[in-house]
T-cell receptor, first 115, second 111 residues
Framework: DADVTQTPRNRITKTGKRIMLECSQT?????MYWYRQDPGLGLRLIYY???????NKGEISDGYSVSRQAQAKFSLSLESAIPNQTALYFC??????????????FGPGTRLTVL | GQNIDQPTEMTATEGAIVQINCTYQ??????LFWYQQHAGEAPTFLSY????GLEEKGRFSSFLSRSKGYSYLLLKELQMKDSASYLC????????????FGAGTQVVVTP
């Protein structure tokens, strides 16, 4: 079984709809992240959480919100989707107890299309 | 913040060697990562450098020069399956684990 899972894997929605993307991990990591990826722009950080009570904005948080329901679950919401939020979304996790490396491990991604 | 630059695309022949360069500017360096990403898939971790020098892992090696703000990923004995995007990511000392990613280098391996 995959260590980091994302649901749904693909989603097509309409402008103005509320969308939730979910991420679960069985790695036991304390840190979780949400990124979006657009062609030619690389991965950009939306939100990150260092534990259940800690939520922080990334570089492109406008139009998004998150919830850390448990150490293993981190959800990303688009309250009112717009077409320029069409992108590939990745969840990632890392473990601060694994030494100084703090390597991030990525889920399989969710391809979101907003019409 | 960081500026991270890497070439957009490189083409090489199966069995050859390719070197992907990454330059960065950061206020306080705390590690550089290389990831491989096949089209439509998740990035997968390849290597981590925090000290100057070369780290070797099988066919892949990564080099870091902190004074020059420079790293490269070396792919040897190229295989068709190495066709992918290679992402350079930098963590600075003030970012509490956050990474800044370059746009990626698309490597195309030809027969």
């Amino acid at each position: 079984d995959a260590d980091v899972t994302q649901t749904p894997r693909n989603r097509i929605t309409k402008t103005g709809k509320r969308i939730m993307l979910e991420c679960s991990q069985t790695k036991g990591h304390d840190r979780m992240y949400w990124y979006r990826q657009d062609p030619g722009l690389g991965l950009r950080l939306i939100y990150y959480s260092f534990d259940v009570k800690d939520i922080n904005k990334g570089e492109i948080s406008d139009g998004y919100s998150v919830s850390r329901q448990a150490q293993a679950k981190f959800s990303l919401s688009l309250e009112s989707a717009i077409p320029n939020q069409t992108a590939l979304y990745f969840c990632a996790t890392s473990d601060t107890l694994a030494g100084a490396t703090d390597t991030q491990y990525f889920g399989p991604g969710t391809r979101l299309t907003v019409l | 913040g960081q500026n991270i630059d890497q070439p957009t695309e490189m083409t090489a022949t199966e069995g050859a060697i390719v070197q992907i360069n990454c330059t960065y500017q950061t206020s306080g360096f705390n590690g550089l990562f290389w990831y491989q990403q096949h089209a439509g898939e998740a990035p997968t971790f390849l290597s981590y450098n925090v000290l100057d020098g070369l780290e070797e892992k099988g066919r892949f090696s990564s080099f870091l020069s902190r004074s020059k703000g420079y790293s490269y990923l070396l792919l040897k004995e190229l295989q068709m399956k190495d066709s992918a995007s290679y992402l350079c990511a930098v963590r600075d000392a003030d970012s509490w684990g956050k990474l800044q990613f370059g746009a990626g280098t698309q490597v195309v391996v030809t027969p």
